[in-house]
């Protein structure tokens, strides 16, 4: 009998997914039918219930400090107001068995050791389901909510929440099973914490920890400490020189590229076929830049008032102000007459009106097309390493989830490319990663 | 005594109970049966303490894992004042208001050790005065960053394409004497408006902070007739700072051991005599052992207490904390003043 080559194949990369509750921002369209609360428990429940039918690994939570303003007034046209994640997610708990339950929690504005043993708690009370999004802000505006007020320079907040992951870690480690709680002793430029954790190690020994951010601080942080990376989605070629750079810094914490997952913040719009997906997409624009929406977006740019501008005539003539402070609580945009020349080159050649220039600005949806169309472009993602997986952003609350589970989950399963059912317990277990392993006491971690 | 008498548990495993208790603090599964079962038998509400030095989980987190796992009863957390945010603590309360539709209250309690300071690292421990003072500022401005969104301010106009009219958020611009907050809240108005406000009133300078805040007095006595005149006296002092007596509730809170059917029975005969006395608007029992303690105050004291009209049946439909406890449900004070101005 002649020997034949094996056919078998290396077995694909599975996909990791998670989904983000729509946010207070335009991504989210509040004004269509089926747009239901963004603050019952009933719409969390909802779209956590569809996550999980849909085998997903995680559900992600944004934080909110201080409502945004405009104008020197409070924000009006996008949703506005949101519930506080820990205690939410605490809630889904209860109605959940598998699902991941990620909370956004700002270093800033909170103190390791309460936050540590909050975040404990969830790992306790959801049987090792918890995860924190590690997030920071150095915004005086957000801190006038707080004790301190907003006290950190930039360079200053990522220090502090190295240290402070560090010392949650500590904390953490403290209580080992089966043994008595041990002292922790904490010096450092940011924090003093003595004394003892009153919570014993939770079922996950610590918590999922995500990074979300593509800074230079941002990506070794990442390397560092995280064992998931939200990521501004790109295009394939973006997206895989990001993944190997980030990937590349982990060796230097003595980490495998497997214990970090790259999971870009995505969005999706489906159809029976491509051109309806591609209408339904230009009509979610529309809907996400409302008239009003248009100018408020020209002003973050100018920085100054064009509440007298048409939004269906041109756009300002003159350049924008750069030291604006009309926009508050919102990402700083780094140079707007670069944009505003953009725009302007973007109008004249196609003739577009101002809000039509920002309607085709505004970021297109990440992956439009039927549910094989868009299994194929979130395969082909992953298996050319531009991501591990995808935080999929509905545009509808609490609905928007469920077609994607309905008709794209089981065509990743059929590629082979999606669990078909849970086989662990824990959120580490979902995201195949490993372990977290006691560390000695006194040794930090490589934060 | 216009409504009627009210039981509520301390969901609370004594410290002393041994290593079985050790276990169970950290259990949330325990927590959860123990809610449910005080729900079987008719309470009002549970209350579950909490503090940084104390073994235990996050008692908020742990109310919020009942709260879709019970329908009517109330959960009432302890928050301390002394090392956290008063924006979290407002935003965590009313985020329980939401997850459990209007069943959420807020035990105000504060740090005074030098253990609990030093987890934190950033202020010394102060004595009772100076940090009471503070939590009855925390009380203050959750209150008013509860209010800071009035009810109707989500619009979802899409003619002028609003989602909000912002004259409905208002800034608080609080400022105390350790701390300010801006507002508005991030949280939209919770259900009940304001979640119910709990503060243990046995002792100095507690007491103050209870007349001037709380819904919910809990008072730790020994004999009815303490009880009346500390019920006096706070409804009294309430009175000074303003407020309609009526709209504070005063609970005896009393330690509870029952070993069989017959002291469910006698616990009975106590309260029915406590509240005849008028000592109380309702019962705080805080158990030794909450798992063997509840289920005969379920099984012995709530039927007897039933049986004489003094206690609701259980499972009544649907409502609020505060609509169980007959209390108001207060008006946003922004949408009062933009009214009248």
Redesign the interface.
């Known amino acids: 009998m002649t020997p034949t080559t094996p056919t078998t194949r290396t077995p694909r990369k599975q996909i990791r997914l998670a989904a983000h509750f729509p946010g207070v921002n335009n991504t989210t369209v509040?004004?269509v039918p089926g747009s239901g609360s963004q603050?019952?428990?009933a719409s969390?429940?909802h779209l956590a219930r569809t996550a999980e039918r849909g085998l997903f690994d995680f559900f992600f939570l944004a934080e909110?400090?201080?409502?945004r303003e405009h104008k020197g007034?409070?924000?009006?046209?996008?949703?506005?107001?949101?519930?506080?994640s820990?205690?939410?997610l605490?809630?889904l708990?209860?109605?959940t068995e598998h699902l991941g339950l990620a909370a956004t929690v700002n270093t800033t504005?909170?103190?390791p050791?309460?936050l540590a043993?909050?975040l404990?708690?969830?790992d306790?009370?959801s049987g090792g389901r918890a995860a924190w999004n590690v997030v920071t802000t150095s915004d005086a505006f957000t801190g006038?909510?707080?004790?301190r007020g907003g006290y950190l320079d930039r360079a200053a907040r990522y220090t502090r929440a190295a240290e402070f992951v560090s010392v949650a870690r500590e904390l953490w480690d403290s209580w080992p099973d089966g043994e008595a709680p041990r002292p922790v002793d904490h010096r450092g430029e940011h924090?003093?914490?003595?004394?003892?954790f009153?919570?014993?190690r939770s079922p996950q020994g610590h918590p999922v920890i995500i990074q979300a951010g593509d800074s230079f601080e941002g990506r070794e942080f990442a390397a560092a400490t995280a064992d998931v990376v939200f990521t501004r989605h790109s295009g394939l070629d973006a997206g895989r020189a990001f993944y190997a750079d980030v990937k590349r810094r982990l060796a230097a914490y003595g980490r495998q590229p497997d214990h970090l997952a790259i999971m870009p913040g995505v969005t999706f719009v489906l159809g029976d076929t491509a051109a309806e997906a591609q209408e339904h997409a230009a009509e979610i624009r529309r809907q996400q830049v409302?008239?009003?929406?248009a100018l408020l977006a020209a002003e973050q740019i100018w920085g100054v008032d064009l509440s007298g501008y048409d939004p269906d005539g041109p756009l300002p003539d003159f350049d924008p102000d750069p030291g604006s402070e009309l926009a508050q609580g919102r990402v700083r945009i780094a140079d707007p007459k670069a944009v505003a020349d953009k725009w302007r080159a973007l109008s004249r050649a196609k003739g577009l009106s101002l809000r039509e220039t920002v309607i085709e600005t505004t970021g297109r949806q990440s992956f439009i097309g039927t549910p094989a169309d868009v299994a194929a472009q979130l395969d082909a993602f992953v298996q050319t390493d531009a991501a591990d997986g995808f935080i999929l952003v509905p545009h509808v609350t609490p609905g928007g989830l469920d077609p994607f589970v309905d008709r794209v989950v089981p065509l990743l399963q059929e590629r082979g490319v999606f669990r078909t059912e849970y086989t662990g317990t824990t959120l580490r277990a979902h995201l195949g990663l490993p372990p977290q392993p006691v560390r000695a006491a006194g040794k930090g971690p490589t934060a | 005594m216009p409504h009627p008498l009210h039981l509520a548990v301390a969901l609370d495993t004594p410290q002393c109970s041994g290593r079985a208790a050790h276990d169970t603090v950290?259990d949330?599964?325990h927590v959860?049966a123990l809610a449910r079962l005080a729900e079987r038998g008719g309470l009002t509400f549970v209350t579950l303490g909490d503090g940084?030095?104390?073994?235990?989980?996050?008692a908020?987190?742990?109310l919020?894992?009942?709260?879709?796992?019970t329908e009517h009863i109330g959960l009432i957390p302890t928050v301390t004042t002394t090392?956290?945010?008063?924006?979290?603590v407002s935003?965590?309360v009313?985020?329980?208001d939401?997850?459990?539709?209007g069943r959420a209250g807020w035990a105000v309690e504060v740090s005074t050790t030098e253990?609990d300071a030093?987890?934190?690292?950033?202020r010394p421990a102060a004595p009772p005065a100076e940090v009471w003072a503070e939590a009855g500022e925390v009380a203050d401005v959750a209150a008013r960053l509860w209010d800071s969104?009035e009810d109707d301010a989500?619009i979802?106009d899409?003619a002028?394409?609003?989602?909000?009219?912002?004259d409905k958020?208002h800034h608080v611009d609080f400022t105390g004497r350790?701390?300010?907050?801006?507002?508005?809240?991030?949280?939209?108005r919770p259900p009940q408006g304001r979640p119910v406000i709990a503060v243990d009133a046995t002792d100095e300078p507690a007491r103050e902070v209870a007349a001037a805040h709380a819904d919910l007095a809990l008072v730790r006595v020994e004999d009815p007739a303490t009880a009346w005149t500390v019920r006096e006296e706070l409804r009294d002092r309430a009175a000074t700072h303003g407020r309609d007596p009526g709209h504070l509730l005063v609970f005896a809170s009393l330690p509870v051991e029952l070993d069989d059917a017959a002291d469910g029975a006698g616990l009975a005969d106590l309260i029915a005599d406590w509240r005849a006395a008028g000592a109380a608007d309702g019962f705080h029992l805080r158990p030794a052992d909450p798992g063997r303690d509840l289920a005969l105050v379920v099984e012995a004291t709530a039927p007897v207490l039933r049986a004489r009209g003094l206690l609701r049946r259980p499972g009544h439909p649907g409502g609020t904390l505060r609509e169980h406890l007959g209390l108001p449900r207060p008006a946003s004070r922004y949408a009062l003043a933009r009214e009248t101005a």
């Open positions: 509040w004004a603050i019952d428990f969390f429940e909110g400090l201080r409502v007034r409070i924000h009006d046209l996008d949703v506005v107001g949101r519930p506080e820990l205690t939410v605490a809630a708990a209860a109605v504005f909170n103190e050791y309460e043993r909050r404990a708690s969830l306790h009370l006038e909510n707080f004790r924090f003093t914490v003595r004394g003892e009153t919570v014993p409302s008239p009003q929406n | 950290h949330a599964a959860v940084f030095g104390r073994p235990g989980l996050d908020p987190a742990v919020a894992r009942a709260a879709p796992a090392h956290t945010e008063p924006f979290h935003t965590t009313a985020t329980l939401w997850v459990s539709r253990a030093a987890l934190f690292g950033r969104w989500e979802r899409r002028t394409g609003r989602f909000i009219d912002r958020l350790t701390f300010s907050v801006r507002g508005p809240s991030i949280v939209p």
